[in-house]
């Protein structure tokens, strides 16, 4: 907690948000129900962002959600790991879709280094729960996980890699647009949105392509390192004759011209996500679906002209930003808010050389037209939100601190 209060202590709004985050009421206790405490514990392993919005949800669906989100993790877990031979891993793709319904189903065959190794290793648990939920969203899970396992299976056979922008949008749609279509119709079925939801397929699936991109954006030296090639050739074959090349540095400027083209166009499906998120009602699946979104544009703001992509693995947004960004994404205003200060930011960044400099500049042009436009509440909210995020002037930072300051006093005499 101290370091993430350190790196924001020139943001106090992400300070005050950490300082509330700290003092808030912990995360549900399962304790009573060892069964449940165990798939919230893999939940919490696997992603601790996308726990902490699952657990917000209304309990009609944080059940159900949870065990999709660990069923896609299960699969992806197979999908990524490079150390599984292909004549184990492609049965398991093709036919995880009934694994799902075999009680007592374990794997043991990842890698020892494999992140989440361990939820296979006991993903007999998610299937007993899974196997528990009712008719309607085990129908879902199951048809997403069928097709989303025979297309993982289509990229991960020998020869077949992503070549264009088309490839990158269809393995994109397989591994993330998917999970937005699963969501979506979730949310209908269980009567918290309109059939409409499920129906906008396209937006469902640019949800999922928008962060799965940024992820793929973002994650270009580890997928390297382990032999993992997502970026399309069409793009950085523009820049570089191979994907190696790209991390030389005699080949810096071709390497961030390449990533201002994966920027760009990741940016293609900001307008759709938009729609769709001012098409949901309910106050809690809001949260859930807008919070990963501007968590995605904030690390986008971060990639864009950041050369470390190229020599670090694992950059993060400060974790003040992302539990301020969780804090404040609780409506469609402050959520286009969000979208305009982020591109505003990514806009400033671009290199007036760059090829992709007038592409992006229209990008973000087009986020600042719909939120005025369609969302003209937006303008107040951008104001407040300006207001605290470039409030690093040295008395508002003292303050911050001492705030910081009081609540750990208060915190240890309570505690």
Request: glycine share 4%; charged share 25%; with cysteine.
């Amino acid at each position: 907690m101290a370091s993430a209060i350190l790196a924001s202590l020139f943001h106090p709004s992400e300070v005050l948000a950490l300082v509330q985050y700290k003092l808030a009421p912990k995360a549900s206790d399962y304790s009573n129900d060892k069964a449940r405490e165990r798939l919230y514990y893999h939940l919490n392993q696997t992603s601790r962002s996308f726990a902490a919005v699952i657990q917000d949800l209304d309990e009609e669906l944080k059940d159900a959600i949870c065990l999709f989100y660990l069923v896609l993790r299960g699969l992806d877990t197979v999908e990524d790991d490079m150390t599984i031979d292909l004549e184990i891993k492609l049965p398991i793709l093709k036919t995880f879709h009934e694994i799902i319904y075999q009680k007592g189903w374990n794997f043991d065959k990842n890698g020892p280094n494999e992140k989440d190794r361990q939820l296979l290793v006991e993903f007999d648990v998610v299937i007993d729960a899974f196997l528990k939920l009712k008719p309607a969203y085990q129908e879902v899970v199951a048809d997403i996980t069928k097709r989303m396992g025979h297309g993982m299976a289509h990229y991960c056979t020998a020869g077949i890699k992503v070549e264009t922008t088309a490839d990158y949008d269809e393995y994109c749609h397989y591994v993330a647009g998917l999970v937005g279509l699963g969501l979506s119709e979730m949310f209908s079925a269980c009567g918290f949105e309109s059939p409409q939801i499920a129906k906008r397929k396209d937006l469902s699936n640019s949800m999922g392509l928008f962060l799965q991109k940024t992820n793929i954006t973002r994650d270009f030296l580890e997928d390297l390192r382990d032999k993992r090639f997502f970026w399309p050739k069409e793009i950085w074959g523009l820049y570089a004759d191979s994907m190696e090349d790209l991390v030389k540095p005699e080949n810096k400027d071709k390497a961030l011209a390449c990533l201002s083209h994966m920027v760009c166009n990741s940016m293609r499906h900001l307008k759709d996500v938009l729609e769709y998120l001012a098409m949901i009602k309910n106050k809690s699946v809001f949260k859930f679906c807008a919070i990963p979104q501007v968590m995605a544009i904030a690390t986008l703001n971060m990639l864009h002209t950041n050369y470390k992509i190229y020599t670090h693995e694992n950059i993060k947004i400060r974790k003040g930003e992302a539990v301020w960004l969780m804090k404040e994404s609780n409506s469609i205003e402050a959520v286009a808010a969000i979208f305009r200060l982020y591109a505003r930011e990514i806009n400033r960044k671009s290199n007036p050389l760059d090829a992709h400099f007038v592409d992006i500049g229209v990008l973000c042009g087009e986020i600042e037209q719909i939120a005025e436009s369609k969302y003209p509440g937006s303008n107040e909210e951008l104001k407040r939100l300006q207001a605290g995020v470039l409030a690093g002037t040295p008395g508002n930072v003292i303050a911050a601190a001492v705030v910081v300051a009081g609540a750990v006093v208060v915190k240890n005499t309570f505690a």
